[in-house]
């Protein structure tokens, strides 16, 4: 296995396939670099270096008590770009993956960044306030949290159905998919898994957006029950500058795995890298 030993001396471990333009995701909350692996096979079958990771607490990577923290998340992802003398990278974050990638613009700018991606993404701001009408209120993430430290295993065959929209007429997930959903999620630890929460929901992300300097493409459903897109992604694609905003109907939030929404992505995804 390929792992990192960051500064803190937590492993990170990572997959690297392929040669050519580096292509690097951040993935969502609370699976691992495996649920980007129709992704990763399809850029790197496409001439590029495909290359993801495991989140610190998440899947092979180590689980410290410490460090569990949007800004850490962002520096591990330095770690691994520098360590791997990434130029010209086009970064791709879902989820909290895309929060990560927002603060590793925002904290290390785009000197190894040619193009950045934010699916379903958390940015700019999850958390419901004064200034974010269009936020979730505290009490959604109070009960995650709940999930998380207690019956955890069946919080996240629950999480699954409005994480694929699986409760939607016509849904096109499968159980496998589902079940997949599971298995990734009962690997991250409980710290780190409950200490997420609180970064992929409170981080404000608005300065980092503004610091993007490079192509970016947004793309968000517009049934995306877990980060609704009037919160996030369609603030997003006004605050960073230039970027493309593609919207799919009736797409859920983890729209990568699931029958056409999966097909489309793909599509833009390689026009994008190739554009």
């Known amino acids: 296995m390929a792992t990192l030993t960051t500064t803190d001396g937590t492993e990170i471990f990572y997959k690297d396939w392929g040669t050519g333009r580096p ?8 699976l691992n670099a495996d649920a980007w692996d129709d992704q990763l096979h399809l850029v790197a079958t496409h001439g590029f270096r495909a290359i993801a990771h495991d989140r610190r607490g998440h899947g092979r990577s180590g689980q410290p008590w410490h460090g569990n923290d949007m800004d850490t998340y962002a520096d591990d992802l330095a770690q ?36 950045a991606v934010l699916l379903s993404a958390v ?31 069946q919080f996240y065959k629950d999480l699954s159905e409005t994480f694929y929209g699986a409760n939607r007429h016509g849904s096109a997930v499968s159980q496998g998919v589902r079940e997949a959903f599971w298995l990734w999620s009962m690997q991250v630890g409980v710290k780190g898994a409950y200490d997420c929460v609180k970064e992929f929901s409170e981080t404000d992300f608005t300065e980092d957006l503004k610091r993007f300097d490079v192509p970016t493409l947004i793309i968000h459903g517009d ?38 929404y999966k097909d489309d992505l793909h599509a833009d995804l390689l026009a994008f890298l190739d554009s």
Request: proline share 7%; glycine share 16%; hydrophobic share 40%.
């Open 123 to 153: 940015p700019p701001l999850m958390l419901k306030t004064e200034a974010n009408p269009e936020g979730l209120p505290r009490t959604v993430f109070d009960g995650i949290r709940a999930g998380v430290a207690g019956d955890r295993s």
């Open 80 to 115: 691994l770009m520098d360590a791997l003398d990434l130029r010209d990278a086009v970064l791709v974050g879902h989820s909290t993956g895309g929060g990560e990638v927002a603060r590793y613009i925002g904290r290390h700018g785009t000197g190894r960044v040619g193009k």
């Open 23 to 30: 292509v690097v995701f951040s993935h969502g909350w609370p």
């Open 223 to 260: 049934d995306d029950q877990i980060v609704p897109f009037m919160a996030s992604g369609q603030k997003s694609a006004k605050l960073v500058k230039g970027a493309t905003l593609k919207v799919y109907p009736g797409a859920p939030h983890g729209l990568f795995a699931v029958g056409s």
